[in-house]
Protein backbone atom coordinates (compact mmCIF):
# COMPACT_ATOMS: atom_id res chain seq x y z
CA UNK A 1 0.00 0.00 0.00
CA UNK A 2 1.37 3.54 -0.74
CA UNK A 3 2.17 5.89 1.79
CA UNK A 4 -0.68 8.02 -0.27
CA UNK A 5 -3.08 5.37 0.42
CA UNK A 6 -2.10 5.17 4.13
CA UNK A 7 -3.02 8.26 4.36
CA UNK A 8 -6.43 8.55 3.17
CA UNK A 9 -7.10 5.59 5.02
CA UNK A 10 -5.99 7.01 8.32
CA UNK A 11 -7.93 10.19 7.19
CA UNK A 12 -11.38 8.06 6.66
CA UNK A 13 -10.32 6.40 10.13
CA UNK A 14 -10.28 9.74 11.73
CA UNK A 15 -13.17 10.56 10.60
CA UNK A 16 -15.74 7.52 11.04
CA UNK A 17 -14.37 8.12 14.47
CA UNK A 18 -15.45 11.33 15.24
CA UNK A 19 -18.98 10.33 13.56
CA UNK A 20 -19.70 7.10 15.41
CA UNK A 21 -18.37 9.42 19.15
CA UNK A 22 -14.77 7.45 19.56
CA UNK A 23 -12.17 8.16 21.42
CA UNK A 24 -9.12 7.77 19.23
CA UNK A 25 -5.18 9.38 18.96
CA UNK A 26 -3.13 9.99 15.38
CA UNK A 27 0.78 9.13 16.63
CA UNK A 28 3.24 11.06 14.66
CA UNK A 29 6.65 10.76 14.12
CA UNK A 30 8.22 14.16 14.24
CA UNK A 31 11.88 12.79 14.52
CA UNK A 32 13.70 10.34 13.78
CA UNK A 33 17.72 9.73 13.76
CA UNK A 34 19.84 6.75 12.34
CA UNK A 35 18.31 3.88 11.45
CA UNK A 36 15.19 5.01 12.36
CA UNK A 37 15.32 7.93 9.72
CA UNK A 38 12.59 6.45 6.94
CA UNK A 39 10.32 6.69 10.07
CA UNK A 40 9.97 10.70 9.92
CA UNK A 41 6.40 11.35 9.21
CA UNK A 42 5.15 8.15 9.03
CA UNK A 43 1.46 8.42 11.08
CA UNK A 44 -1.01 5.60 13.18
CA UNK A 45 -4.29 5.76 14.37
CA UNK A 46 -4.92 3.93 17.92
CA UNK A 47 -8.05 3.31 19.63
CA UNK A 48 -8.67 2.63 23.40
CA UNK A 49 -9.89 -0.97 22.91
CA UNK A 50 -6.82 -3.20 23.07
CA UNK A 51 -8.24 -5.52 20.87
CA UNK A 52 -8.72 -3.26 18.59
CA UNK A 53 -5.40 -2.61 16.39
CA UNK A 54 -3.88 -0.08 15.26
CA UNK A 55 -3.74 1.37 11.82
CA UNK A 56 -1.16 2.45 9.87
CA UNK A 57 2.57 1.24 10.80
CA UNK A 58 5.77 3.28 12.32
CA UNK A 59 8.18 0.78 10.80
CA UNK A 60 9.84 1.66 14.21
CA UNK A 61 10.94 -2.23 15.01
CA UNK A 62 10.92 -3.63 18.37
CA UNK A 63 9.87 -0.02 19.72
CA UNK A 64 6.59 0.34 17.98
CA UNK A 65 4.74 -2.11 20.41
CA UNK A 66 5.82 0.34 23.50
CA UNK A 67 4.58 3.60 21.61
CA UNK A 68 1.13 2.17 20.85
CA UNK A 69 1.13 0.90 24.87
CA UNK A 70 2.19 5.07 25.95
CA UNK A 71 -0.07 6.44 23.29
CA UNK A 72 -2.77 4.14 24.46
CA UNK A 73 -2.21 5.31 28.14
CA UNK A 74 -2.48 8.87 26.39
CA UNK A 75 -5.24 8.42 25.27
CA UNK A 76 -6.74 7.35 28.38
CA UNK A 77 -5.57 10.07 30.15
CA UNK A 78 -7.31 12.53 27.59
CA UNK A 79 -4.16 14.92 27.09
CA UNK A 80 -1.82 15.14 24.18
CA UNK A 81 1.77 13.69 24.62
CA UNK A 82 5.12 14.37 23.05
CA UNK A 83 6.97 11.00 23.69
CA UNK A 84 10.81 10.58 23.13
CA UNK A 85 12.60 7.41 23.05
CA UNK A 86 16.77 6.75 22.15
CA UNK A 87 18.03 2.96 21.32
CA UNK A 88 21.05 1.66 19.58
CA UNK A 89 18.88 3.01 16.23
CA UNK A 90 18.99 6.21 16.94
CA UNK A 91 16.43 8.97 18.24
CA UNK A 92 12.37 8.98 17.99
CA UNK A 93 9.95 11.43 19.06
CA UNK A 94 6.35 10.70 18.81
CA UNK A 95 3.61 13.19 19.63
CA UNK A 96 0.23 11.64 20.15
CA UNK A 97 -2.39 13.68 19.17
CA UNK A 98 -5.53 12.92 21.33
CA UNK A 99 -9.48 13.35 20.02
CA UNK A 100 -11.91 12.89 22.54
CA UNK A 101 -15.41 12.50 21.76
CA UNK A 102 -17.11 15.40 22.69
CA UNK A 103 -19.22 15.57 25.82
CA UNK A 104 -22.80 15.06 25.30
CA UNK A 105 -25.20 16.39 27.40
CA UNK A 106 -28.40 14.84 27.19
CA UNK A 107 -31.28 17.14 28.44
CA UNK A 108 -34.60 14.79 29.48
CA UNK A 109 -37.55 17.41 29.64
CA UNK A 110 -37.85 20.05 27.05
CA UNK A 111 -39.32 22.60 29.42
CA UNK A 112 -38.56 26.24 30.88
CA UNK A 113 -34.86 25.25 32.23
CA UNK A 114 -34.11 23.22 29.17
CA UNK A 115 -34.47 26.16 26.90
CA UNK A 116 -31.44 28.29 27.98
CA UNK A 117 -29.62 25.06 29.50
CA UNK A 118 -29.33 23.96 25.52
CA UNK A 119 -28.07 27.10 24.52
CA UNK A 120 -25.37 27.51 27.10
CA UNK A 121 -24.35 23.80 26.71
CA UNK A 122 -23.79 24.30 23.00
CA UNK A 123 -21.45 27.60 23.64
CA UNK A 124 -19.66 25.57 25.76
CA UNK A 125 -19.00 22.33 23.17
CA UNK A 126 -20.80 20.31 24.53
CA UNK A 127 -23.33 18.00 21.91
CA UNK A 128 -26.50 18.77 22.99
CA UNK A 129 -29.56 16.48 22.60
CA UNK A 130 -32.87 17.10 24.09
CA UNK A 131 -35.87 14.88 24.76
CA UNK A 132 -39.60 15.01 26.03
CA UNK A 133 -42.56 12.85 25.45
CA UNK A 134 -44.58 15.95 24.39
CA UNK A 135 -44.13 16.80 20.29
CA UNK A 136 -44.92 20.99 21.12
CA UNK A 137 -42.09 21.15 23.24
CA UNK A 138 -39.77 18.98 21.78
CA UNK A 139 -39.63 20.82 18.89
CA UNK A 140 -36.21 22.05 16.90
CA UNK A 141 -37.97 25.71 16.79
CA UNK A 142 -37.99 25.93 20.70
CA UNK A 143 -34.00 24.46 20.21
CA UNK A 144 -32.70 25.95 17.07
CA UNK A 145 -28.75 25.32 18.44
CA UNK A 146 -29.26 21.47 19.98
CA UNK A 147 -27.73 18.77 17.98
CA UNK A 148 -30.50 16.82 18.51
CA UNK A 149 -33.99 17.23 19.50
CA UNK A 150 -36.53 14.14 19.99
CA UNK A 151 -40.24 13.77 20.76
CA UNK A 152 -41.37 10.51 22.28
CA UNK A 153 -41.06 8.31 25.21
CA UNK A 154 -38.45 9.17 27.78
CA UNK A 155 -36.93 5.86 28.63
CA UNK A 156 -37.76 4.47 25.57
CA UNK A 157 -35.99 7.18 23.57
CA UNK A 158 -33.21 6.82 25.83
CA UNK A 159 -32.47 3.05 25.43
CA UNK A 160 -32.47 4.41 21.44
CA UNK A 161 -29.58 6.96 22.18
CA UNK A 162 -27.66 3.69 23.49
CA UNK A 163 -27.27 2.84 19.34
CA UNK A 164 -27.05 -0.60 20.29
CA UNK A 165 -24.78 0.12 23.13
CA UNK A 166 -25.67 -1.69 26.74
CA UNK A 167 -24.98 1.65 28.45
CA UNK A 168 -24.03 4.79 27.71
CA UNK A 169 -20.37 6.22 27.84
CA UNK A 170 -18.45 7.86 30.22
CA UNK A 171 -18.60 11.26 28.01
CA UNK A 172 -22.69 11.32 28.57
CA UNK A 173 -24.05 13.94 30.81
CA UNK A 174 -27.50 13.51 31.74
CA UNK A 175 -29.86 16.19 33.05
CA UNK A 176 -33.24 15.24 34.41
CA UNK A 177 -35.71 18.12 34.31
CA UNK A 178 -39.55 16.77 33.42
CA UNK A 179 -42.15 17.88 34.05
CA UNK A 180 -43.23 15.33 36.62
CA UNK A 181 -40.82 13.67 38.91
CA UNK A 182 -42.47 10.25 38.22
CA UNK A 183 -40.78 10.59 34.81
CA UNK A 184 -37.57 11.16 36.58
CA UNK A 185 -37.62 8.70 38.23
CA UNK A 186 -38.21 6.25 35.57
CA UNK A 187 -35.16 7.76 33.73
CA UNK A 188 -32.90 7.53 36.88
CA UNK A 189 -33.72 3.63 37.18
CA UNK A 190 -32.88 3.27 33.02
CA UNK A 191 -29.48 5.01 33.77
CA UNK A 192 -28.60 4.67 37.29
CA UNK A 193 -25.71 1.91 36.40
CA UNK A 194 -24.71 3.36 33.44
CA UNK A 195 -20.99 4.80 33.92
CA UNK A 196 -21.92 8.13 32.83
CA UNK A 197 -20.37 10.84 33.92
CA UNK A 198 -23.10 12.85 35.54
CA UNK A 199 -26.48 11.91 36.08
CA UNK A 200 -28.40 15.43 37.70
CA UNK A 201 -32.06 15.23 39.32
CA UNK A 202 -34.06 18.40 39.66
CA UNK A 203 -36.20 18.51 42.87
CA UNK A 204 -36.04 19.87 46.67
CA UNK A 205 -33.63 18.44 48.82
CA UNK A 206 -36.86 17.00 50.89
CA UNK A 207 -38.63 15.31 47.87
CA UNK A 208 -35.37 13.76 46.76
CA UNK A 209 -34.67 12.51 50.09
CA UNK A 210 -38.08 11.02 50.10
CA UNK A 211 -37.84 9.60 46.42
CA UNK A 212 -34.19 7.96 47.16
CA UNK A 213 -35.61 6.21 51.01
CA UNK A 214 -38.32 4.96 48.94
CA UNK A 215 -36.49 3.40 45.58
CA UNK A 216 -34.10 1.78 48.68
CA UNK A 217 -37.10 0.56 50.63
CA UNK A 218 -39.60 -0.68 47.67
CA UNK A 219 -37.02 -1.63 44.59
CA UNK A 220 -34.03 -2.96 46.97
CA UNK A 221 -31.18 -0.45 45.48
CA UNK A 222 -28.12 -0.06 47.32
CA UNK A 223 -28.28 3.32 49.20
CA UNK A 224 -24.65 3.99 47.68
CA UNK A 225 -25.66 4.10 44.43
CA UNK A 226 -27.31 7.34 44.75
CA UNK A 227 -24.26 9.00 45.98
CA UNK A 228 -23.15 9.58 42.26
CA UNK A 229 -26.67 11.58 41.48
CA UNK A 230 -26.56 15.43 41.91
CA UNK A 231 -29.93 15.69 43.09
CA UNK A 232 -31.21 18.85 44.33
CA UNK A 233 -29.33 19.67 40.77
CA UNK A 234 -26.62 22.32 40.31
CA UNK A 235 -24.21 24.72 42.02
CA UNK A 236 -25.19 26.62 45.15
CA UNK A 237 -25.61 30.25 43.89
CA UNK A 238 -29.10 31.16 44.62
CA UNK A 239 -30.94 30.63 41.38
CA UNK A 240 -34.17 31.59 40.99
CA UNK A 241 -34.97 31.48 37.18
CA UNK A 242 -34.85 29.87 35.10
CA UNK A 243 -31.74 30.59 33.42
CA UNK A 244 -30.20 31.18 36.24
CA UNK A 245 -30.77 27.45 37.43
CA UNK A 246 -29.31 26.88 33.62
CA UNK A 247 -26.38 28.02 34.85
CA UNK A 248 -25.94 26.42 38.29
CA UNK A 249 -26.73 23.52 36.26
CA UNK A 250 -24.02 23.71 33.64
CA UNK A 251 -21.87 24.76 36.06
CA UNK A 252 -21.71 22.06 38.36
CA UNK A 253 -21.78 19.81 34.94
CA UNK A 254 -18.05 21.83 34.39
CA UNK A 255 -17.33 21.52 37.38
CA UNK A 256 -17.55 17.75 37.08
CA UNK A 257 -15.81 17.62 33.85
CA UNK A 258 -12.97 19.69 35.03
CA UNK A 259 -12.24 17.88 38.43
CA UNK A 260 -13.29 21.30 39.93
CA UNK A 261 -13.35 21.70 43.98
CA UNK A 262 -17.33 23.80 44.23
CA UNK A 263 -19.81 21.76 45.93
CA UNK A 264 -23.43 21.21 44.65
CA UNK A 265 -26.79 21.45 46.40
CA UNK A 266 -26.32 17.48 46.30
CA UNK A 267 -23.99 17.76 48.98
CA UNK A 268 -25.52 18.03 51.86
CA UNK A 269 -27.79 15.37 51.68
CA UNK A 270 -25.11 13.22 50.18
CA UNK A 271 -23.06 13.61 53.28
CA UNK A 272 -26.52 12.71 55.37
CA UNK A 273 -26.69 9.22 53.73
CA UNK A 274 -23.48 8.41 53.85
CA UNK A 275 -23.44 9.26 57.80
CA UNK A 276 -26.39 7.21 58.63
CA UNK A 277 -25.01 4.31 56.78
CA UNK A 278 -21.62 4.72 58.57
CA UNK A 279 -23.77 4.77 61.77
CA UNK A 280 -25.93 1.89 60.60
CA UNK A 281 -22.82 -0.07 60.50
CA UNK A 282 -21.08 0.87 63.37
CA UNK A 283 -24.50 -0.18 65.28
CA UNK A 284 -24.43 -3.44 63.63
CA UNK A 285 -20.73 -3.63 65.04
CA UNK A 286 -22.08 -2.47 69.02
CA UNK A 287 -20.47 0.65 68.23
CA UNK A 288 -21.14 4.07 67.50
CA UNK A 289 -18.59 6.38 66.05
CA UNK A 290 -18.00 8.50 68.58
CA UNK A 291 -17.79 5.29 70.78
CA UNK A 292 -14.37 4.31 68.92
CA UNK A 293 -13.08 7.57 68.30
CA UNK A 294 -12.83 7.87 72.40
CA UNK A 295 -11.37 3.88 72.40
CA UNK A 296 -8.91 5.24 70.08
CA UNK A 297 -8.00 8.17 71.25
CA UNK A 298 -9.06 10.27 68.50
CA UNK A 299 -11.32 13.33 67.96
CA UNK A 300 -14.64 13.15 65.58
CA UNK A 301 -13.23 16.10 63.48
CA UNK A 302 -12.32 15.70 59.87
Known amino acids: MSDHEDAIRILDALTQAIERREDVALVTVTQATGAHGPSMGRHMVIWAEETRPPLGRLALGELESRVVAEAREALDQGRHRLLRYRDPGGEVAVFVEVQRRPPHLIVVGAGHIAVPLAQMAKLADFRVTVLDDRPEYAHPARFPTADQVIAGPFTEELRRLRRGKPTFDRDTYVVLVTRGHQHDVACLLEILDDPVAYIGMIGSRRRVRAVFELLAQEQGIPPEKFDRVHAPIGLD ?66
Open 237 to 302: IGAITPAEIAVAILAEIINVMRGGGAEGLSGRLRRERRARREQAAAGAKGKTPASSDRASGTSGAS
